[in-house]
Nanobody, 121 residues
Framework: VQLQAFGGGLVQAGGSLRLSCVVS?????MGWFRQGPGKEREFVAA????????NYADSVKGRFTISRDNAKNTVYLQMNSLKPEDTAVYYCAAKGGPGLLTGTMSTYDYWGQGTLVTVSS
């Protein structure tokens, strides 16, 4: 299974971006994580195969939306009302089998390369 994330860029505070992650192969739970400058990688959002009841980090609830199009093997992260503290490299990740929508990195089997999101103030 390979994952390829893209869609990052530079945006002003209050703006929006949509990240995409194209997946080759069958996956179940998909997640987005991020790592800001000088920070540890942290959980952002996760979604199941069926797409219902996604899980979000408190810091992004109400601003970010995770979704997936299984026909296109793609997972999206719509990011609205972006803040400078959202600046980070964003990574998509996948579980090779059914599992909980957790933010525990060790439970994800596959990782994509990151895509940089920079939010200017």
């Amino acid at each position: 299974v390979q994952l390829q994330a893209f869609g990052g860029g530079l945006v002003q505070a209050g703006g929006s971006l949509r990240l995409s992650c194209v997946v080759s192969g069958r996956t179940y739970v998909m997640g987005w994580f991020r790592q800001g400058p000088g920070k540890e990688r942290e959980f952002v959002a996760a979604i199941s195969w069926g797409g219902g009841w996604p899980n979000y980090a408190d810091s992004v609830k109400g601003r970010f939306t995770i979704s997936r199009d299984n026909a296109k093997n793609t997972v999206y992260l719509q990011m609205n009302s972006l803040k400078p503290e959202d600046t980070a490299v964003y990574y998509c990740a996948a579980k090779g089998g059914p599992g909980l929508l957790t933010g525990t990195m060790s439970t994800y089997d596959y990782w994509g390369q990151g895509t940089l999101v920079t939010v200017s103030s």
